[in-house]
């Protein structure tokens, strides 16, 4: 019969959505299995089994919510990916060198009005870079939920292309390249 209930809690997932299957006679059959195969599929954090699938009255929209996790993060990647990437507190150190860059180009645009393009196109690289980093921050945070973290993988994957996420090939955190050489 164990099984029998993760094969239920399994398809009950993986299947679109259909109000008669959210029963609440099946609640009690298949919380756990449900709650225990959520978690190991990485679309339910640990931390929130205390509030998803509690109460058989919930039941049928809980599983409408981990219906639509499978589905956003069914091409995801898995958690473990995160580990290749440097931790949210050197991230955070960058992120702040980030800021204080911008804001010293932010600073000159007034008194270099000549160089206008030149330095809005170096504002534009630094957002840029800011916005890949923070996706990689918010991928480290171990306090996030683990949904959360995989859709900043997936956005990460998708920023960086293929080839440069699965050999964590990131950028630098500030456009070197605009940086001039001072002899």
């Not at 099984?3 to 399994?10: M, V």
């Not at 998708?158 to 699965?166: P, R, V």
Request: charge should be negative.
């Amino acid at each position: 019969m164990f099984a029998c209930e993760y094969l239920l809690a399994a398809a009950l997932l993986i299947q679109p959505e259909d109000p008669k299957a959210a029963s609440p006679e099946l609640y009690t059959a298949v919380r756990l299995p449900l709650q225990t195969l959520a978690i190991n599929w990485e679309i339910l954090d640990p931390r929130e089994v205390r509030y998803v699938l509690a109460r058989p009255e919930d039941f049928s929209s809980d599983l409408a919510l981990l219906r639509r996790r499978y589905q956003e993060l069914d091409d995801a990647p898995s958690l473990c990916d995160g580990q290749r990437f440097p931790d949210r507190t050197s991230i955070n150190d960058l992120l702040a060198f980030n800021r204080a860059f911008r804001q010293h180009i932010d600073v000159r645009q007034p008194g270099e009005p000549s160089r206008c393009w030149e330095l809005r196109g170096a504002l534009q690289e630094t957002d840029h870079l800011y916005h890949i980093w923070d996706t990689v921050r918010d991928a480290r945070c171990e306090y996030y939920y683990v949904t959360v973290r995989r859709q900043a993988l997936k956005r990460l994957r998708d920023l960086l292309g293929e080839e440069a996420y699965y050999n964590a090939k990131l950028p630098p955190h500030v456009p070197v390249w605009r940086c001039q050489v001072v002899n």
